[in-house]
């Protein structure tokens, strides 16, 4: 996962591209991209961490069970989990009338380059 700028999320963009144009190799992994360090600390906050464990570890068949492994209300989880969800940090499996949490990944890598933020905790074109 990247914090970074609209600007240096095109240029990887363009960067692969070349490399694929060449033929050359590029990493096979999903990437997501967040524009400023709010966005990070809301996406990842302690809570959604603690639930993301939940399902890598235990695979809870529904969300009512990842929210009862929790210990949190249905309703707050399950808005969580339709937000990782639209990041594609989450996926759901049908299961009759339940929704099954998955995660695909063990780990998650961040990357903020601390030196290409605004004031604000927004990320700025890197300076190359």
């Known amino acids: 996962m990247y914090?970074?700028?609209?600007?240096?999320?095109?240029?990887?963009?363009?960067?692969n591209l070349k490399k694929?144009?060449?033929?050359?190799?590029?990493?096979?992994?999903?990437?997501?991209?967040?524009?400023?360090?709010?966005?990070?600390?809301?996406?990842?906050?302690?809570?959604?961490i603690q639930l993301l464990q939940v399902i890598a570890k235990q695979e809870p068949e529904s969300i009512r069970e990842a929210a009862r492994l929790v210990e949190r209300d249905v309703k707050e989880v399950h808005r969580n989990l339709k937000e990782l969800e639209q990041l594609k940090v989450v996926e759901f499996e049908s299961h009759g009338r339940s929704k099954?949490?998955?995660?695909?990944?063990d780990r998650i890598d961040v990357h903020v380059d601390l030196l290409d933020f605004d004031s604000e905790g927004r990320a700025e074109p890197s300076a190359v």
């Open 3 to 15: 914090v970074e700028s609209t600007e240096d999320f095109h240029e990887r963009g363009l960067e």
């Open 20 to 48: 694929i144009e060449k033929g050359e190799p590029i990493e096979d992994k999903f990437t997501l991209s967040l524009s400023n360090l709010k966005e990070l600390d809301r996406v990842f906050s302690e809570k959604n």
């Open 100 to 105: 099954k949490p998955v995660v695909w990944y």
